[in-house]
């Protein structure tokens, strides 16, 4: 079982932003910038591209609004996607609040976000989904 299966079960705890009966939402906590969402299929598959179809087309319609309200919270460009899948063997889309590319950059150093920023980047999230 990933880490993603456990925050998902609930028996790790998570800010989360949306769910489904095939998605889970929630805020990453080493973001590479605020707002920073992971959107992550409930069946437990490594590689994003071994997902069936279905759940391939489902995930970006799942993840449309989380952007636009992404957009709508925080001061960006746009909000960028990337799937980078080596961190956790659970595929994956990071949801990025973004000004540059290099805003996506996920060489750079993260650092563990506050609970009270997360919670407040939560509350911020919700009220424009």
């Not at 456990?6 to 906590?29: M, V």
Request: proline fraction near 5%.
């Amino acid at each position: 079982m990933t880490i993603f299966s456990k925050i998902i079960a609930g028996d790790i705890p998570s800010y989360k932003i949306a769910e489904d009966e095939k998605f889970f939402a929630f805020l990453d906590i080493f973001p590479l910038r605020e707002g920073h969402v992971l959107i992550v299929p409930k069946t437990e598959v490594d590689n994003l591209f071994d997902l069936p179809q279905e759940y391939l087309k489902e995930m970006l319609v799942f993840a449309q609004p989380i952007a636009k309200a992404i957009e709508k919270t925080f001061k960006c460009n746009r909000c960028g996607i990337s799937v980078i899948g080596l961190e956790v063997p659970h595929a994956h889309l990071h949801l990025v609040p973004i000004n540059s590319s290099n805003d996506l950059n996920f060489t750079q150093h993260k650092s563990q976000a506050s609970a009270e920023s997360l919670k407040k980047a939560q509350e911020k999230i919700l009220a424009n989904l």
